[in-house]
Each structure stands twice: as C-alpha cells, then as structure tokens.
C-alpha cells in the first residue's frame, strides 16, 4: 500500500532515531548513571544489583503494555476528527455541555499543543466557563493519551483503570465549581495554533 | 494476564474493528506508533531505571509514613501537594509516582499525586495556558479544580474499601 511509503524513507528514520536519542534522553541517562554510582557507593553492591533485578522485571512486565496502549494511543490520534470537536463541544450547554466536554476532553489526541489550542478555538467561540473548564480538566486528568501512554507502563494497566474510574465524574465537577465562582473571565483573542510535533507528549 | 490489560485488548480490538470497517489508513497509525515508541521507550527505561536507584537510596519509611496505607486520609494532601511542585513533564512525574508506589504508597496516595500534577503542572501552564488563554481563565480553573486530587483520592480510598483493584504492588 502506498501510505506504507515512509518505512522506506531514510530521512524519516533519522528523524525518528534524532527525537529518540535528543538531549533529554541523554539527561535521563545521565540522572540513572548518577543515581546508579550514588546508590553503589551509600548502599554497596547488593542494593545496586536487586535494583537492577527489579528494573530487569519491571521492564519485561512493562513491554507487552507499552505496545497495547502505544497501538490504542495511535488509532485514537488518527481516528479522533481534531477540526470537528470544537463545534461539537461548543454548541452544547447546561449540564449536557460540560458533559460533553467531559467526553471531548479525555479522547482528545496529542499533547497539551492540541488541547489549548482547542480550548483557545472554543473560548473565542463563547462556550461557556463549565465547558471550558471541563474540557481542559478532563484532558489533564482523563486524557486517554496520558493514559495510555505514562500510567499503564508506570503504574500498571489496573491502576490505570482505576484512576480514569475515579476521575470520570470531576470534570463536570470543577465545571460546576466554575460557573459558581465569582470570578470575571477575560479571555485573550488572538488564536495561535501550534502546530502539533511529536515531542508534544513530554509536555 | 490482569483485568487492566483484558480491558485494553478490549479496547483495541474494538478501535482495530472501527478502524477496518472505516478502511482508514493503517501507514497513518503504524507511523505514528514507530514515532512515538522512539520518543517515549528508551527515555521511559532509562528513567525507570534511575527510579529503582533512587527507591533504593531514599528511606522507604520516610514515603510509607508520608503517603503509607497507615497514614490514611492523610496521605491526600501530602500526595497533592507533592503534585503541585513536580514543575515537569511525564517522565520525571511518573518516575518520581513509582519511586512513591516502591516505597510502599497507598493507591489513593499515587492517584491523588498523580492527578494533581497533572491538573497543575507549572511548565503546561507556562507555555500554554498563560499564552493562549489568560490570567483569568489560569485563575478560575486552578480554583474551579483545586479540589479534584483529593475527591479522586477520597474516591479511591473508598473504592479500596470494597476491593483491591488497582493496587501496584508489582512493582514493590
């Protein structure tokens, strides 16, 4: 098929190898070589080794989830209809709008880069305060992405359940919260929407 | 194989199904899953890696008596003011939550730090919010959500009343 073309292009390989291997890895690698010499020299060889056993068994374990949440991360992003959500979020009000919002907020794809820019289209567009807050409340704490990509591999695929479980209803929570506080709401006008790059998930 | 990861195949069998009978482009997914497991994988071992060392040299009593299943409800506010000045992107956020759950956390504990950074991370509003959106609207939605972690928390430590699910005692 021909949308399997970029397998072939040695430009894309490289750039995929460049964002893996930049500056932050190596600072990573740097901080676990640091931690690694500090934990050596404060708790002897033994502590050291049953560390790295343990990371050895963490990884193996980690492996089959990384793929299931990166293969459902990457439907979503390719599936998710970006252009249509602000008109579908922003029509709705009452309590169906922070809902929905709710909905939008946790399968939006990509990093913080799409979801404000989103969040930008739907202020300028007058939704009101409940639907913005929900929105953005419900991208940081339910947002399938994070999800799917940080708390599986991390904390474990049931862990991960539990907490979108427990943080379904608070969106509209805080959208409730939101349209009591005494607060005036000035939103700036002009929308500038980034374009989404791949290291938007490490924001 | 645990429940978490029978809901996920679940759930991607059913996204693969929608994916077919859309006939969407499959190069589009496989691409972006090739970009992103470069960018994410060997950050995310390294940074589990520097995790493990770091559960070995910090006193594990230290976390369990701040965050421990004994300290109870008062974990909360400690887990989501722990949350609050993490300043920085998933990697170290989720590392720091695994170095937590290592030394012997309560599941409300990590969902409650969890949640709070990652409705305040300082770096996101920084570039983003503030840019984009304004003082004001940083100000009614800090306040309009200053008390999702500990609700989630509350939530959670209910939920563990009535069962186990969830718990990351895998990785202790």
Known sequence: MNSFKFLGNPTWWKRVVASAFGISFWGFCAAAVAFGILCFSLKGGGA?????QEDLHILFNL????LIALSI????WVMMPRDRMAALVGDNTGLRGPMVATLAGAVTPGGPSSSYSLLAVLASSG??????VAYITAWATLGMQRILIWDVPFMGAEFAVLRF????PLPILAALIARRLPLTLQIKDQVAATPSGNKDAFK | MSIGILVLLVFLVALVTTAIMQ???????????IEQFGVLVPRMLVALIAAGFIAQIIPKEAIAGLLGEEVGLLALPVAAAAGLVVPAGPVIAFAIAAVFAKSGAS????????????????????IYEIPLLGISFLRLRLLSAVLVPLVAGLIATMVGLLSSFGGTDFLQ
Do not use: K, Y
């Open chain 2, 23 to 33: 006939q969407r482009d499959f190069g589009l997914v496989l691409q972006r899953f």
């Open chain 1, 73 to 76: 991360a990457s439907l979503i």
């Open chain 1, 165 to 168: 479980v427990v943080c379904l």
């Open chain 1, 63 to 66: 492996m089959p989830r990384v």
């Open chain 1, 127 to 132: 939704a009101d305060r409940g639907v913005l």
């Open chain 2, 107 to 126: 599941t409300p504990a990590l969902i409650t730090f969890i949640t709070s950074w990652s409705i305040f991370a300082a770096h996101r509003i920084l």
């Open chain 1, 48 to 52: 050291t080794q049953t560390a790295l």
